[in-house]
């Protein structure tokens, strides 16, 4: 079984302790894991943002209850 690894880049970064101590305080995410995650959360907000930008700029061939019938 192959694995493949996942590509990192090693960074420094200044950030204000004000935005860090209060994410760092409950203990359950490391430094690397909390600034791993607001990344995520940011990705996805723009990419949800985009897709809102697209509003009535799609139009879908399947009504609203074809979806559904396709997810069951």
């Known amino acids: ?3 493949t690894a ?4 090693k960074i420094t970064i200044n950030l204000p ?3 860090i101590d209060p994410l760092l305080q409950d203990g359950k995410l490391s430094l690397t894991e909390t600034i791993k995650t607001a990344l995520k959360e ?7 943002e985009e897709l809102l930008n697209m ?3 799609v139009k879908f061939l399947l009504s ?3 979806l559904k019938e ?3």
């Open 64 to 66: 609203s209850q074809e």
């Open 55 to 57: 509003r009535g700029k």
């Open 6 to 9: 996942i590509e990192t880049r």
């Open 70 to 72: 396709l997810r069951d």
């Open 42 to 48: 940011y990705s996805q907000r723009r990419a949800c």
């Open 17 to 19: 302790v004000s935005l």
């Open 1 to 3: 079984m192959k694995r």
